[in-house]
RNA sequence: GUGGGCGUAGCUCAGCUGGUGGCAGCACCGGGUUGUGGCCUCGGCGGUCGUGGGUUCAAAUCCCAUCGCUCACCCCA
């Protein structure tokens, strides 16, 4: 019985664990500009919570949620309504009148893998909560796009607005009129989203939707005064920071509690998954999960799984290389119960120090220290014991010279380490 | 949930129309260098050919089933 990973969830191993890492980082840096503040939430909350946040209807909670039937939870399968669940139950409005935070962490949807799509997969999910005005909304795009551009990555900006309770329903009616008028053009997903979800229509990517889709009414001539405002000067404050975007007016998004801005960052080099990052405006939500009645937020989720693809196909040429800095050969049991309490020693000290307790050939134990790419080999044999003086190589240059075995480990262990600091 | 492709060594893969599993590459171990890495060279370790059934004198190869992986649809980060 071999047992192997669950399908849909990942092993991230070692080499590939390094540009995970610096995907965090890289985001952690930029976020620290913008004053960004961690969150940890759990990823299992109660069912209804998703229900009612993401939308009754809605693909993901329908059909694609791991959820404990018997016990009324979920595991997460996006993160802003937790983030905004442990934000009200917290009460952070009465702290700062603006919070901006992020969390990062596994998010779960049971949906058929592929590339770029995993059933655990990662988020790096930011929510700013408690203000309304359009100089946010383009300073949160120009943050998302300061990381990828700190991380060598192309990608795009596409925006729309898809309005709010005020004047999606016009636009609602106005759209449902149209498509009715060309049934015949479209596709059979389409012609049921007429009554069921008539947004979708509009980046449904079958060809003859697309079409039919090119002459329906824009959801952007249909916004009510305060939404086209907002969306005008959403704009100018994107100009303003050098951002190149494109309004994409068929743009809707997958769950229901978005308002006003919506955009995503998309790539065309990842086969059928393009969007990378993905978000928007959800001004009526939080009060919908019993926080303080209009309190705005907006907020972004980054795929992790899609930007580390990326970063393996982009720019990223060059790995980070991990170095020991120092190995010690050891041959014999003499000379390993005098290296073994030095190699402890140097760790001490901060220094990453291997050793090779198998007492192998000095040409196997050479190799091994290559491949930890050690900068440093410490030679310890017998002839080495004997003579109370060990040889210390330096991998790069070759050179190597002696290093007397006076002292205690401790003391050694100082003496190597202003040795192979420099 | 629907459709396509693929399962041969730890990894990447040869193996055509059935006739004993590959001097295959990478990785790993060892020798050449009796105590010095990378490069080279020689050798070695390593496989229930995903699994079960069928056809056949003979199946990795053909047929059926099943499991797994993968890409795409749907949907989404």
Redesign the pocket.
């Known amino acids: 019985m ?1 047992f ?7 092993d991230i191993l070692p080499d590939e664990a390094v540009r995970w890492r610096r995907l965090e980082e890289q985001a952690r840096a930029v976020f620290r500009r913008f004053g960004l503040r961690e969150v940890r939430v759990p990823i299992l909350e109660s069912t209804g919570l998703f229900a009612r946040a993401i939308g009754e209807a ?3 909670v329908e ?2 949620m791991y959820t404990f039937a018997d016990k009324g939870l979920t595991l997460r399968p ?1 993160a802003t309504a937790g983030l905004l669940r442990a934000y009200i139950e917290h009460g952070l409005h009465v702290q700062q009148p603006v919070q901006r935070l992020f969390t990062i962490g596994p ?1 779960f ?1 049971h ?9 655990q ?3 790096i999910d930011v929510e700013i909560i408690g203000a309304s005005e359009p100089g946010i909304d383009a300073e949160l795009m120009a943050m998302a796009q300061m990381v990828f551009d700190e991380l060598g990555l192309q990608v795009s900006l596409e925006i729309n607005s898809i309005g709010c309770p005020q004047c999606r329903p016009d636009f609602r009616v106005k759209l449902v009129d149209y498509l009715s008028s060309r049934m015949d053009g479209l ?1 059979e ?2 012609r049921r ?1 007429v009554s069921t ?1 008539p947004l ?1 229509a509009l ?4 060809r003859g939707c697309r079409s039919v889709v090119q002459d329906a009414p824009s959801i952007i001539d249909s916004l009510c005064r305060d939404c086209d405002t907002h969306f005008t000067a959403v704009r100018q404050h994107l100009d303003a920071f050098g951002l190149r975007y494109a309004v994409n007016r068929f743009m ?4 229901d509690y978005y308002t006003r801005t919506t955009f ?3 790539t065309d080099q ?10 928007g405006r959800y001004d009526g939500l939080i009060e919908q999960l019993g926080g303080p009645a209009k309190m705005p937020g907006i907020g ?8 580390v693809l990326l970063m393996e196909q982009q720019a990223d040429t060059e790995k980070a290389i991990e170095r020991a800095d120092l190995f010690v ?1 050891a ?1 014999g049991e003499q000379a390993l119960s005098c290296a073994a309490p030095l190699v402890h020693e140097l760790r001490k000290l901060g220094f990453a120090a291997a050793i090779d307790y ?1 007492s ?5 134990q ?6 930890v ?2 900068r440093f ?1 410490l ?8 003579r109370h003086e ?2 210390l ?6 050179e ?1 010279s002696a290093f007397p075995l006076a002292g205690t480990a401790a003391v050694l262990a100082e003496r190597l380490a202003g040795l192979i600091s420099l």
């Not at 192997?4 to 990942?10: C, D, E, I, L, S």
């Open positions: 071999k192997q990973a669950v399908n849909g969830f990942k809605t693909d993901v059909k694609e996006e998010m949807r949906e058929r893998p592929q590339k770029g799509r995993q059933r997969f990662h988020q596709c997903d389409c989203r979800n979708r980046d449904c990517k079958n809707v998004r997958g769950l995503e960052f998309t990842l086969g059928a998954q393009s969007a990378i990052a993905a978000g972004f989720g980054m795929g992790m799984e899609r930007i050969a041959l198998s192998r050939s000095l040409k196997a050479m190799k091994q220290a290559d491949r790419k050690a080999v030679i310890l044999g017998e002839e080495e014991i004997v060990a040889a190589r330096n991998m790069d240059s070759q190597q």
